[in-house]
């Protein structure tokens, strides 16, 4: 999966978050951050990762959500790392 | 206080009846639970707490707003919380308290109706709407309980659609309305790096 489309996807599930203004998501790019470019409450993050999860059928473990900084960069990077994890876990399991 | 728990095998199923000094770990000053009277760990908890002169002191005799937000977040998010991760990571509260701290993230809307005097029990009423990634937010109620009532008998048969109509007697006092109330368990190797 190319970046360009985990930020495309990314961008559909901002859509759908009542505190993030649409306005802000004509610019996006790996730089932009949630919380200082957004304004997205930190608390937010929490609900924008649950919906990533089902977006991109991912699990983040806690240690992901720990570890998860508030760029999209930081976020397409965790989305990139879970997806070959699962798919690794995948593959062992065959 | 020493914990009574040497091995997780021995954590029970609910906190009903369960000393809330083995689960919040702090205090005891500043601990805000007495008794834990219903709970389902996936979907609630009842726990009553009564204002000492000591909570009351310098405020007129009544029990801050401030103070019963803490009293829900402790019966709720953290009491809730720290079960839960015990049982998920097989630990004991003990263990748990070295590897997280139980830390406030977030306090949505709270409407207050009336207010609590020293020695006055209440119950915090509180059901949890999100639970992941160490992250638990809830919603709920504080109620002054009637004077005497027997709380453990009276919660005995309470169960999960009660909780959510908040369906009990009318002699209970709504106190105040709470939502959003948000805590997290942080690393606490991550959050020592927030000082």
Known sequence: MERQEIIDGLIEVLRTVRTVDPAKLEHVTEDTDFLTDMNTPSTELINIAAKVEQKFDIEFEDEDIDEMGSKVRDVVDLIIKVKARGEAEKGESA | ?195
């Open chain 2, 1 to 195: 206080m020493r914990s009574k728990f040497t091995s997780p095998d021995e954590l029970p199923d609910t906190l009903v009846g369960e000393p809330p000094e083995q689960w919040l770990l702090h205090g005891p000053t500043k601990r805000y639970v007495d008794n834990y009277h219903w709970h389902h760990p996936k979907v609630g908890i009842v726990a009553s707490y009564t204002p000492t002169a000591q909570n009351v002191e310098d405020h007129f005799d009544i029990f801050r707003g401030v103070d019963q937000i803490e009293s829900f977040a402790q019966a709720s998010v953290v009491s809730c919380g720290a079960f839960s991760e015990c049982k998920k990571l097989n630990v004991i509260p003990e263990r748990l308290a070295e590897l997280f701290v139980p830390t406030f993230i977030s306090i949505g809307n709270v409407n207050f109706h009336s207010y609590l005097e020293k020695g006055q029990t209440f119950v915090n009423i509180g059901f949890i709407k999100f639970y992941k990634w160490r992250q638990i937010v809830c919603d709920g109620r504080i109620y002054r309980a009637p004077k005497g009532l027997d709380l453990d008998a009276y919660f005995k048969d309470f169960d999960e659609q009660r909780l959510m109509k908040y369906d009990i007697g009318k002699e209970f006092v709504l106190i105040a309305e709470l939502f959003d109330i948000t805590g997290r368990g942080i690393k606490k190797e991550m959050f020592e790096k927030l000082l």
